[in-house]
């Protein structure tokens, strides 16, 4: 009998590498997760893999995207997009915690109405960004 995933018993067979990160959520969109594929940005078992790689249970995933690393351990094979909740399910996260927002670097913010930047502060920005010219 087929599960809400519609795969048959949940845990049997393989699926695309780039479906299933798409699948469980951890990328936007499909292309985005082969994208990630292609730029070596996925690992599966410590191997860089290709948008098509089998992905099977008990297989530890690695995927670094959005400025920070994910790691999961495949606990259900998924073909199809589903819910969050449902999603989270079916892999177990050992990514590290994210770094407090206090430790990340702070932007450069302008007050709304303030117009264009002068070059005197288009340079103090460069210089915040490490773009030193």
């Known amino acids: 009998m087929a599960d809400e995933a519609g795969t048959p018993g949940g845990t049997e067979g393989t699926v695309r590498v780039d479906s299933w990160i798409w699948s469980v959520r951890l990328?936007?969109?499909?292309?985005q997760a082969a994208a990630a594929c292609r730029a070596g940005h996925v690992r599966v078992n410590g191997e860089?893999?290709?948008?098509?790689?089998?992905?099977?249970?008990?297989?530890?995933?690695?995927?670094?995207?959005?400025?920070?690393?994910?790691?999961?351990?495949?606990?259900?094979?998924?073909?199809?997009?589903?819910?969050?909740?449902?999603?989270?399910?079916?892999?177990?996260?050992?990514?590290?915690?994210?770094?407090?927002?206090?430790?990340?670097?702070?932007?450069?913010?302008?007050?709304?109405?303030?117009?264009?930047?002068?070059?005197?502060e288009r340079r103090d920005l460069d210089r915040l960004h490490g773009r030193d010219a």
């Open 48 to 120: 860089r893999v290709k948008p098509a790689h089998a992905l099977k249970a008990g297989d530890q995933v690695r995927l670094f995207h959005a400025g920070r690393e994910r790691i999961v351990t495949v606990s259900r094979i998924i073909r199809k997009r589903v819910g969050a909740p449902a999603a989270v399910q079916c892999y177990v996260d050992n990514s590290p915690p994210p770094p407090p927002r206090e430790l990340t670097a702070p932007m450069g913010v302008r007050d709304r109405g303030t117009g264009r930047p002068t070059k005197r």
């Open 27 to 31: 990328t936007k969109t499909r292309s």
